[in-house]
């Protein structure tokens, strides 16, 4: 089955510098790789995702790049602000909605 | 629209009891999957059900299972309850429009305490 590894486990910037957060998928199948952002006591939320047709999609502050020769996906986060600290996870998907999601990255923004 | 909505939001049951969990999906939406989210185990996908069938499973044992309804709630339900089974069971649903895998919307969860 397909499996997924994110790194890394803990983030830790100043406000204003980016993020990166890299991402390895084993199933070449997959072909949709969602981004979600958890904050404690919160439901995971849609961030953004991308489908394996597109190489980068952003969205404000937000993008994720993708490489299916490499198998591998990032979430870039710029200018980042106090409320981005959160869980980010993210995931696999290769047909049907079964996702299969990465351990979780711990982003913490200090001021 | 309303979100996706989960009840109870809180469980405590003891080993050997059995739960019922129950999720509401967004309206429209067809398909309803459900996670276990674990500190150990990370979020893992038990099943997803669309048009009151189940159409992917994930690999829990038989004490897990779920069903969809006319009107696509689902429930979900542990038999046998093992401590290891304490996680905060989250539901997604998503519209299938398409063929392939559409965006999933979580609920807030229900957080199952075994004692």
């Known amino acids: 089955g397909e499996n997924v590894e994110q790194h890394p486990s803990t983030l830790s910037v100043q406000e204003g510098d980016s993020a990166v957060i890299k991402c390895t998928y084993s199933d070449s199948a997959s072909n949709y790789f969602p981004w979600y952002k958890q904050e404690l006591g919160k439901r995971p939320q849609l961030i953004i995702d991308?489908?394996?047709?597109?190489g980068e999609k952003k969205d404000q502050r937000i993008a994720v790049t993708l490489n299916k020769t490499a198998k591998h996906f990032s979430l870039h986060i710029t200018e980042t602000q106090p409320e981005d600290s959160a869980v980010y996870f993210c995931?696999?998907?290769?047909?049907?909605?079964?996702?299969?999601f990465g351990t979780g990255t711990q982003l913490k923004v200090e001021l | 629209k309303a979100g996706v909505t989960q009840t109870p939001r809180y469980l405590i049951k003891t080993r050997g009891q059995q739960v019922t969990l129950s999720c509401s999906p967004i309206?429209?939406?067809?398909?309803v999957s459900w996670y276990q989210q674990t500190p150990g185990q990370g979020l893992q996908f038990l099943f997803e059900?669309?048009?009151?069938?189940?159409?992917n499973k994930g690999n829990f044992p038989g004490r897990f299972s779920g069903r969809q309804f006319s009107n696509s709630r689902s429930e979900m339900n542990v038999s046998t309850l093992e401590l290891g089974d304490s996680a905060l069971y989250l539901c997604?649903?998503?519209?299938?429009?398409?063929?392939?895998?559409?965006?999933?919307?979580f609920g807030p969860g229900t957080r199952l305490t075994v004692l």
């Open positions: 997604a649903s998503s519209s299938q429009t398409s063929g392939g895998t559409d965006t999933q919307y």
């Open positions: 309206s429209g939406h067809r398909s």
């Open positions: 991308i489908r394996s047709n597109v």
């Open positions: 995931a696999a998907a290769g047909g049907g909605n079964k996702l299969t």
């Open positions: 059900y669309f048009s009151e069938t189940q159409r």
